[in-house]
């Protein structure tokens, strides 16, 4: 039987009438502070989730706008990063000097340490999960690339959407009777899979529809192997034709599939702290604990135990 204790936690269960909104919606998220065009905010419902290290935060409004300054920065952690998703609505966001109109299913991954703006002009439904930064970072190489890439299409967070909308229509005395690890555990795998474009060097490589698919044939066959044969008969194209694509972009296969299998090592030590760092090495090929503390000290300058405590 699930113990209470292991529950999730909501700060604000249903619709928050206590005092004055705008307080909570600046403290959830990050400093934002919002002003509403219509109803008083306190009549709009919110709703914040904490499932293992992450935050979820549900808003419904109405027309409203808000600002995030230099001074409501610093007054708030800067260690998250935030990935914005619209369910309802249309809602333009300025970072740092960049507009951006996200509409209904698009979401946004945004910097808390950006100052900026925001507006909806009509009804709006959206939520946003707060996660580590570093957890981010561990996923993909580019990391600066992703935050300036813009809107994410919504066919990458379709099963993300599903499961947050699943969370916000639990009532409360089911949702108490939920392991907060498992149902943190599963946003962190979704949030992985919107947010993995590691193996995405450049714009330029991903509008190539060709590398596009080839990455996606071996993302989806790690921790296993890809060789060029294989590849080649995916792509229709010549054994030779494929080490040219990865030539290209000056890595082997063989190399490549490596450093895949190294940023998923890294992703699982720094989000599964239970699990041992040899289980961990053997989930992604390596023979031995030996061997994949030597590859990763190569590739992130680090061993896997100062990056887990790191």
């Known amino acids: 039987m699930v113990q209470p204790a292991a529950a999730p936690k909501r700060e604000a269960p249903g619709v928050s009438t206590v005092g004055d909104l705008s307080s909570f919606i600046t403290r959830w998220h990050r400093g934002w502070s919002v ?50 998703t619209v369910l309802e609505g249309r809602e333009v ?32 439904r959206k939520f946003t999960v707060f996660l580590p930064r570093d957890l981010v970072a561990a996923w993909t190489p580019h990391l600066d690339e992703l935050l300036a890439a813009g809107p994410i299409r919504a066919e990458r967070t379709l099963a993300l959407r599903a499961l947050a909308e699943a969370l916000d229509r639990t009532p409360e005395p089911v949702l108490a009777e939920q392991p907060a690890v498992a149902l943190g555990s599963a946003f962190r795998e ?26 996606e044939f ?19 194209l010549s054994v030779r034709a494929v080490y040219q ?20 090592a890294r992703a699982e030590l720094v989000s599964e702290l239970s699990r041992p760092i040899g289980e ?6 390596f023979a031995d604990q030996s061997a994949f503390t030597k590859a990763f000290r190569r590739m992130f300058g680090e061993t896997p135990g100062n990056a887990r405590r790191r």
Do not use: K
């Open 35 to 84: 002003h509403s065009a219509g109803a008083p905010l306190m009549e709009q419902p919110i709703r914040r989730y904490e499932l293992g290290g992450l935050d979820i935060v549900h808003c419904v409004t109405e027309s409203c706008s808000g600002v995030r300054t230099r001074s409501s920065i610093d007054a708030h952690d800067d260690t998250v990063l935030g990935l914005l």
């Open 93 to 124: 966001v300025e970072l740092d000097g960049e507009p951006v109109t996200l509409h209904a299913e698009q979401s946004l991954l945004w910097d808390t340490r950006s100052q900026g703006s925001f507006s909806a002009s009509e009804n709006l």
């Open 190 to 215: 979704l949030l992985f899979v919107t947010l993995d474009l590691a193996h995405r060097p450049s714009a330029a490589d991903w509008a190539d529809q060709r590398w596009r698919r080839a990455v």
């Open 218 to 236: 071996v993302e989806d066959r790690l921790p296993g192997s890809t060789t060029a044969e294989e590849l080649a008969t995916h792509l229709s």
């Open 245 to 264: 694509m990865f030539a290209d972009r000056e890595i082997t296969l063989r190399q490549y599939v490596r450093e895949r299998r190294l940023y998923r």
């Open 280 to 285: 961990i090495a053997g989930t992604w090929g």
